[in-house]
T-cell receptor, first 113, second 114 residues
Framework: KQEVTQIPAALSVPEGENLVLNCSFT??????LQWFRQDPGKGLTSLLL?????REQTSGRLNASLDKSSGRSTLYIAASQPGDSATYLC????????????FGKGITLSVRP | EPEVTQTPSHQVTQMGQEVILRCVPI?????FYWYRQILGQKVEFLVS????????KSEIFDDQFSVERPDGSNFTLKIRSTKLEDSAMYFC????????????FGPGTRLTVL
């Protein structure tokens, strides 16, 4: 059974800092991995999708990497801003007929002005 | 930009009552999903739906739950007899032509069972 872990559960950084959010998963047989942002009481906003054949994806100040064989992904946020404060979730999709996403619990990021 | 919408945003019900949560997926998407998130816990998969039938369901999705696509635009989740432990945020999601495409999530319906 796939398990997704995100440590630490919370992170507080000063504005302007570059930071890395980690995600690990137990079963390397995945189709892809997706990073989401969740604001308090709100839905999930898709940030980046990395296919299993890819090593990284970039969107603006965000860069996500994937090391499928070791079961790890990182989300790099450059020059963090207070508006980046949110919970960041990673989710993996298994292979075969399985199209569901398995989520980590998320990392709650606070960027201090 | 197209988005997934959900109604209502908050539903309060008494234990044992039936509720229907509604979703309008992105119009050209073919794959539809329901997930839930109990407060402080992980987002959990409930069910996926394709070609007018359930393609996968989790152990959470028991006989109390059902899904339906009653017309060309709506996708509903029905809980027949709600329990206290059904209180959660319920998210609808949809993805495009291929099941491994990006899943786009709606804003959620907060269900409170009293």
């Amino acid at each position: 059974k796939q398990e997704v872990t995100q440590i630490p559960a919370a992170l507080s950084v000063p504005e302007g800092e570059n930071l890395v959010l980690n995600c690990s998963f137990t079963d390397s047989a995945i189709y892809n991995l997706q990073w989401f942002r969740q604001d308090p009481g709100k839905g999930l906003t898709s940030l980046l999708l990395i296919q299993s054949s890819q090593r990284e994806q970039t969107s603006g100040r965000l860069n996500a990497s994937l090391d499928k064989s070791s079961g790890r992904s990182t989300l790099y946020i450059a020059a963090s801003q207070p508006g980046d404060s949110a919970t960041y979730l990673c989710a993996v999709r298994g292979t075969g007929a399985n199209s569901k996403l398995t989520f980590g619990k998320g990392i709650t990021l606070s960027v201090r002005p | 930009e197209p988005e997934v919408t959900q109604t209502p945003s908050h539903q309060v019900t008494q234990m044992g009552q039936e509720v229907i949560l509604r979703c309008v997926p992105i119009s050209n998407h073919l794959y539809f999903y329901w997930y839930r998130q109990i407060l402080g816990q992980k987002v959990e998969f409930l069910v996926s739906f394709y070609n007018n039938e359930i393609s996968e369901k989790s152990e959470i999705f028991d006989d109390q739950f059902s899904v339906e696509r009653p017309d060309g635009s709506n996708f509903t989740l029905k809980i027949r007899s709600t329990k206290l432990e059904d209180s959660a945020m319920y998210f609808c999601a949809s993805s495009g032509q291929v099941k491994t495409d990006t899943q786009y999530f709606g804003p959620g319906t907060r269900l409170t069972v009293l």
